[in-house]
Structure formats: structure tokens, C-alpha cells
């Protein structure tokens, strides 16, 4: 029987949240932007050592990040920043903290979104911000897919061995 995990995607409005998912699941990126009301679920199914796995990610809009409800039995997280904008780095430190206080048990990775344009700030502040919470990070981009399936597969990789020890 194949089970669920839950992995949650957050930061601010605007970082490409959204659009991660959707590069990820359908292989297809919007210039338009969309926002999310609340939360948006999204299942991918795939097979990791050679089992069975289906995901349910939990894309959470960038001003409902306080719903606990949201992050509980999460197995993993991908709190995501934009590398043209320095604010939403500095915001992932809340973003972090609710994981932390909701879904203590998460695997976490930290991602710097938009790759593709020309960061405003240097790029290995978010790695410094990755190895102070103790947190792999990666650099990605939603529009051209740079990173984003292997990205992904980090956090249901994580997702599984974090459901492997939490009871049932």
C-alpha cells in the first residue's frame, strides 16, 4: 500500500513558490503570476529505491504562513527566498521558526528561486542562512527549471526517511 507523505512549500508572496510546484509536477512555468488563496495541494507520485511514493505538497501562501495547521505531520519542507529580493531571506527566519515550533520532525531545505535573473545580494548568504539552521540549500529557477526536479526529489527523498522513523 502505497502512503502519502506530506512535504510543505513556503516563503513570502511573490518568491515562485507556485510556480516551483507547477515546474515540477507539470514541466511547465507561467510569466503570469498566481497567487495562492491559503494553501494548494499537489499530488506527484514516483518511486524512490525502487518503492512506491506519493507526495502531497502543500504550497502555502506567502501571507497565511502562521496557520499551523498547515505544517503539522509534515515529513519535509522547502522554504524558498528570492535571490533578487534580500527581504525574503530575512523573512525565511519566521518561515523556519514555524516550521520548527509545527513540524518539529521535518527535513528542511532552503532555496534561493529565480535563479535565472541577476541576484540583488550576494548568493551565499543564503547558504550562510541554509548551514545556520542546519539546512542544505540550493539555487533554482522555476522559469528555466535549473534544479528544480533534483530539488524535489532531495525533499521526497528526505520526506521518506523522515516517515521510515517517526511511528505510525
Known sequence: MQKTLKVIVGGEGNVGKTSLVRRYARGK???????TLGIDITTQEFRIDDSPVKLAIWDIEGQSGNRPVFYLGAQAAMLVYDVT???TLERLIEWYRRCREFAPDAGLLIVGNKA???????LF???????????????VSAKTGHNVRSAFE?????????????PA
Not at 512555468?29 to 497567487?35: D, I, L, N, P, W
Not at 532531495?154 to 517517526?166: D, E, G, K, N
Open 154 to 166: 532531495f525533499l521526497a527523498t528526505t520526506a521518506v526517511r523522515r516517515a521510515t522513523r517517526q
Open 85 to 87: 529580493n534580500v527581504q
Open 125 to 139: 548568504w543564503g547558504r550562510v542562512f541554509a548551514r545556520l539552521v542546519q539546512a542544505p540549500h540550493a539555487v
Open 29 to 35: 512555468f507561467s510569466q503570469a503570476r498566481q497567487v
Open 116 to 122: 535565472d535573473l541577476v541576484p540583488t545580494f550576494p
